[in-house]
């Protein structure tokens, strides 16, 4: 499995936009489905963006046409592109590794990292 770790959160305005990066450690990175969590105050995990080894990316409604998955296997490297941001963006959010996009969807993987605060607000 490949563990993980999420850089690039922090402040930002309404409308404006970030880039979060997971870098993942461990063999196999280019085998492994990768996905993007988050968690507001109060409330439940909630999925956002996978995809899968070959490319095959997947979105919740709430950020369809907003957020961009990406990544590069030759670098070990996740990204959520994140634009048209909102308040209701803010949360800690989440990188996670599984052997299938559906099951990264699933959000039941053991393997997560520590998260990176995103917070928008004016």
């Known amino acids: 499995q490949v563990e993980v770790v999420e850089t690039g959160g922090g402040l930002v305005h309404p409308g404006g936009s970030l880039r979060l990066s997971c870098a993942a450690s461990?063999?196999?990175?280019?085998?492994?489905?990768m996905g993007w969590f988050r968690q507001a105050p109060g409330k439940e995990r909630e999925f956002l963006a996978g995809?899968?080894?070959?490319?095959?990316?997947r979105y919740a409604d709430s950020v369809k046409g907003r957020f961009t998955i990406g990544r590069v296997n030759a670098d070990n490297t996740l990204y959520l592109q994140m634009d048209s941001l909102k308040s209701e963006d803010t949360a800690v959010y989440y990188c996670t590794s599984d052997l299938t996009l559906a099951m990264v969807v699933t959000g039941t993987s053991a393997h997560w990292g520590q998260g990176t605060q995103v917070t928008v607000s004016s």
């Open positions: 995809m899968a080894w070959h490319g095959t990316a």
């Open positions: 461990g063999r196999g990175f280019n085998r492994y489905a």
